[in-house]
Nanobody, 130 residues
Framework: QVQLVESGGGSVQAGGSLRLSCAAS????????????MGWFRQAPGTEREGVVIIDSADNTAYVDSVKGRFTISKDNAKNTLYLQMNSLKPEDTAMYYC????????????????????WGQGTQVTVSS
């Protein structure tokens, strides 16, 4: 059972930056962190969960259009940690951000689907004020 713990959320003004972290543990037998597809999703009150960015084991990435050029996903396989660097934040980025993991995803085809992901963290809140 994979456990994911997010951190790094907070409150910032528009134009500011935050870096989210997701510490992973409990990889399935035969799996290492590097073999998982990992991703960041977000959900604002009253809205559906939205895929922000995912990265697969080959480091293929897929970003939602609204964050391209502002957000960057990365991972440190030695530390079993996923990151999301968020720059030029906007009020519309305000949401609960969730880390997720799965064995296979469609990053190399540019598709982000929440239904592909089996393991989820508890989330970290990001609030951007204007």
């Amino acid at each position: 059972q994979v456990q994911l713990v997010e951190s790094g959320g907070g409150s910032v003004q528009a134009g500011g930056s935050l870096r989210l972290s997701c510490a992973a543990s409990g990889a399935a037998s035969g799996y290492t962190f590097s073999r998982y597809c990992m991703g960041w999703f977000r959900q604002a009150p009253g809205t559906e969960r939205e895929g922000v960015v995912i990265i697969d084991s080959a480091d293929n990435t897929a970003y939602v259009d609204s964050v391209k050029g502002r957000f960057t996903i990365s991972k440190d396989n030695a530390k079993n940690t996923l990151y999301l660097q968020m720059n030029s934040l906007k009020p519309e980025d305000t949401a609960m951000y969730y880390c997720a993991a799965t064995g296979l995803c469609l990053a190399r085809f540019g598709y982000i689907r929440a239904t592909d992901f089996h393991y989820w963290g508890q989330g970290t809140q990001v609030t951007v004020s204007s």
